[in-house]
């Protein structure tokens, strides 16, 4: 009597628990991450140091701060390649380039080249901040995908405090002392790429699924996590694979989904990018004592910021998350620019209050534009909004040197004071609530 066969129902692969394929692309994400960290940091310390040498205007120093994030800004762009040719492709070789990039600071003390050299390597970074955190929540089981991402900004804040780290100790070697800071971006760099090519990142299956491949996702799915998983059987073919226009974003559907996830990350960025990477210029405006260990102060808040956020991110809804966060900032930046004459403890104790609050709101900067977006067009979308976040970011990293020597210290933080109010208001009237855990209610 022959057997009847019988067709598997595959479960879904977004339920399977975490194993190892999780945890790879994990680590090389999370690598990633505080590779773009210190890449970004890096360069506000080696603008410091080279004022020491060269006669540098605030322009330049503004310019050259602002290049990595210019090069960010490409993000849009680089969603779209990614939603047309796949996660990992990208991934694979963006850190070698990076790394190479940064070894050329050492052969130029052009102030324009160094400028170019930093917008390719925030084109590099780009790769990471949109295929990277495309790949990893979709790889990642539900419940565990917003909540691992949210974690990556602990590993970002650690690279960017190493970078303040590396460039305020790496000393001894004169007027070469700035070019080598921003060289020592191609150490993390290149240790990512090597992990990477020792474990290379496997395809996304949400994004072959999205472009129809269902059979290939499950092929792949099976091999790696086991053929009693596959993609849901509730999964939508859509109709034309690979025809979205980048438009589709500015359409009725997006359209909010788009402004909010832009906005709320260019007001963040502005204000978070314009103090951090040029705290030391700050720091020395305020007239506070002893920079160095303010700055050190400045960076330990910032991490504590990052944890705090994540235990509010797992405890309220996204909504109320951003309000309060861009109110909080806008406040207790907005007095310390208003009471120029107080105290330097006094100056340090609310501005490294600040500190924590404005960082624990960056732990939504990777989850939530991602929650704004379905698969479909998440590359694209949350590659436009770091493209408008960038810039933003930009423009405070440009603004911030200049405002300084135009109004002093508190002229640039009143202006960080009024963009997160901004924030504020944008989000109050029409941030989204995407927290499933809130959605449910």
């Known amino acids: 009597m022959k057997e009847k066969k019988t067709k598997t129902i595959k479960k879904d692969y977004k339920k399977a628990p975490l194993s190892k394929v999780h945890l790879r692309v994990m680590t090389a994400i999370a690598l990633g991450q505080f590779t773009c960290g210190f890449s970004l940091g890096i360069t506000g310390v080696a603008m410091n140091s080279a004022a020491k040498y060269i006669q540098i205007s605030n322009i330049w120093t503004g310019l050259i701060g602002a290049g990595g994030l210019l090069g960010l800004s490409s993000s849009a762009l680089i969603g779209r390649l990614s939603d ?5 492709q990208l991934l694979m070789s963006n850190m070698y380039v990076l790394a190479i990039l940064s070894l050329f600071h050492p052969l130029t003390t052009s102030l324009s080249l160094t400028f170019l050299i930093r917008i390719g390597i925030g084109l590099m970074m780009a790769i990471d901040y949109t295929a990277g955190n495309a790949l990893l ?3 990642l089981p539900k419940g565990e ?10 590993y970002w804040v650690l690279g960017f405090i190493a970078s303040y780290l590396t ?3 790496l000393v001894g070697y004169g007027s070469h002392t700035w070019q080598i800071i921003l060289a020592t971006g191609a150490i993390p760099a290149l240790i990512t790429a090597l992990f990477r090519s020792l474990f290379p990142l496997p395809p996304s299956p949400g994004w072959l699924a999205s472009k129809g491949k269902i ?7 099976g091999r790696i996590l086991g053929h009693k998983w596959g993609i849901s059987r509730h999964f939508k073919r859509p109709k034309k694979a690979g025809q979205t226009s980048w438009t589709v974003l500015f359409s009725k559907k997006y359209l909010r989904s788009t402004l909010v996830g832009g906005s709320f990350y260019a007001c963040q960025t502005f204000a978070f990018f314009g103090i951090s990477i040029f705290l030391p210029i700050l720091l020395q405006g305020m007239d506070i004592s002893n920079p160095n260990v303010s700055g050190d102060l400045y960076n ?6 990052i944890f705090l956020g994540i235990y ?4 309220l809804s996204r909504r109320l998350f951003l309000i309060s966060n861009f109110l909080l900032s806008a406040l207790l930046i907005g007095i310390l620019a208003l009471m120029p004459h107080v105290s330097s403890l006094i100056k340090i104790v609310i501005f490294s209050i600040f500190a924590v609050i404005l960082s624990s709101g960056l732990v939504l900067d990777y989850p939530y534009p991602t929650e704004l977006f379905d698969t479909k067009v998440q590359a694209s979308g949350v590659g436009t909004c770091i493209t408008i976040s960038r810039i933003g970011a930009a423009a405070g990293t440009f603004l911030l040197p200049i405002l300084t020597e135009l109004g002093g210290p508190n002229l640039a933080m009143l202006v960080c004071a009024c963009v997160l109010f ?4 944008i989000c109050l009237i029409w941030a989204p609530e995407t927290s499933p855990k809130y959605l449910k209610k």
């Open 145 to 154: 995908d917003s909540k691992r991402q949210s974690h990556l900004l602990i």
């Open 84 to 88: 047309k040719i796949g996660r990992s």
């Open 300 to 305: 330990v808040s910032m991490l504590v910021g």
């Open 215 to 221: 059979k290939a996702a499950n092929m792949l799915i």
């Open 312 to 315: 509010l991110f797992n405890h």
């Open 137 to 139: 929540t979709e790889w």
């Open 167 to 169: 460039g305020t100790y």
């Open 422 to 425: 901004v924030a504020f208001v």
